[in-house]
């Protein structure tokens, strides 16, 4: 079973860039499933598709957001990452990374990032 787990900072300036990380075990990010996804909730909010890298490599950004974000990954240690430039207080929000297959969807537990000085 494939799992998924978010890394990174939990409070980052306004301005700066936030980094993070998701870790994948169970499950190569090159071959065993569609998409590598970052997805977020802002509070009071729902989920909101961020961007993903897909097992071919090939990019996917949200178009409110893509001038914003950056996502890669590092398949030597079966890792995908995002990062997010010029954040604002209204990019709090818990962060969670997820894939999709053939049996399902799988996501991490999501880790909060607060925007603040």
């Known amino acids: 079973q494939v799992q998924l787990q978010e890394s990174g900072p939990g409070l980052v300036k306004p301005s700066q860039t936030l980094s993070l990380t998701c870790t994948v075990s169970?499950?190569?990010?090159?071959?065993?499933?569609?998409?590598w996804s970052w997805i977020r909730q802002a509070p009071g909010k729902g989920l909101e598709w961020m961007g993903a890298i897909a097992y071919s490599g090939s990019l996917y950004d949200s178009p409110s957001l893509k001038s914003r974000t950056s996502i890669s990954r590092d398949t030597a240690k079966n890792q995908f990452t995002l990062q997010l430039s010029s954040v604002t207080p209204e990019d709090t929000a818990v962060y969670y990374c997820?894939?999709?297959?053939?049996?399902?969807?799988?996501w991490g537990q999501g880790t909060q990032v607060t925007v603040s000085v």
């Open positions: 997820a894939t999709r297959g053939n049996s399902g969807d799988y």
């Open positions: 169970g499950g190569s990010i090159t071959t065993n499933y569609y998409y």
